[in-house]
């Protein structure tokens, strides 16, 4: 790793993944007006741990975790199922996906003030600057629309807000996992162990006739939730964890606001505005800042 940048593969991997997460929101948000909330979020994290177990048999080393190991993949697992997709998607049912958008960029702050506290990073003028540069720019974006369009219902955003507590205790915590065993491992480990917390209500809260009821947006909506978000995004995520500091990683959550106006101006035809060349402009300098040493 240079003294200034990342590595170009965990540069791609951080790219790629934040182009997945623009369409997530979308995604998200069409498929919970056919289709419940909670059967979402289950069926997602079902369809993505099915998925996980056929790449985890053809890797090539241990398929289980160590037995010491696995009080932590639970909990874990917790975290990054059904606590952090079943809050973010209930709370985007109840929300807007520009609310998701700002509250995820709070990502970055709240994974480098626990890896400050917890002794794993050093503070830094540059990163605490560049952090906070990225954030303001996530606000410009938001906020340049009008302040009317930016507030909305609060009881979805105490749910998006849960979420984004957990992904940043799931960020910060994860990365001694996924330097030891991968990223497709501890992504795939903690979505088998979160859909072990799913399957007792499985029967219960999955509502098939609601699936199948559903238009054919629905399905492709659960699909690139599934493979793309569940499992593509996460493995990205964590792989760019395990080459780097977890504040570095995090700080690239403030990009996908700025992706998701361009998806959904691409695929929705919304207007941009603005608001978006002066928040692109402060958050990948922001990123910049924080990507120093």
Not at 185 to 193: D, H, K, N, V, Y
Request: aromatic fraction near 10%; glycine fraction near 10%.
């Amino acid at each position: 790793m240079t003294k200034r940048g990342l590595p170009l593969p965990v540069l791609l991997a951080l790219l790629g993944q934040t182009a997945i997460s623009a369409g997530t929101h979308l995604a998200a948000r069409r498929a919970t007006q056919d289709v419940d909330a909670v059967s979402l979020v289950t069926m997602r994290i079902l369809l993505s741990a099915a998925g996980y177990v056929g790449v985890l048999l053809a890797l090539r080393g241990p398929f289980l975790p160590p037995r010491k190991t696995w009080g932590w993949w639970l909990l874990f697992g917790l975290l990054a199922g059904p606590v952090n997709q079943g809050f973010f998607i209930y709370g985007l049912s109840q929300s807007k996906a520009s609310h998701a958008g700002l509250l995820y960029g709070l990502t970055p702050v709240g994974v480098y003030l626990l890896s400050v506290a917890r002794g794993k990073e050093r503070p830094t003028a540059s990163r605490i600057a560049g952090i906070g540069l990225a954030f303001t720019g996530v606000l410009v974006l938001l906020l340049g629309r009008g302040l009317a369009d930016a507030l909305g219902p609060l009881v979805g955003d105490l749910f998006i807000l849960g979420a984004v507590v957990a992904w940043v205790f799931w960020t910060a915590e994860s990365r001694d996992k996924a330097q030891e065993f991968g990223g497709l491992r501890t992504a795939g480990w903690s979505l088998i162990a979160g859909a072990l917390w799913c399957l007792p209500a499985a029967p219960f809260v999955v509502k098939l006739d609601a699936f199948l009821a559903a238009p054919a947006i629905a399905w492709w909506c659960l699909a690139y939730l599934v493979v793309l978000t569940s499992m593509g995004s996460y493995a990205l995520w964590n792989y760019a964890l395990s080459r780097t500091e977890a504040s570095r990683v995090a700080v690239f959550a403030n990009l996908q606001p700025i992706a998701t106006a361009l998806a959904a101006w691409a695929l929705l035809d919304e207007k941009l505005g603005w608001e978006l060349l002066a928040s692109a402009v402060l958050v990948l300098i922001g990123v910049r800042l924080a990507q120093r040493q």
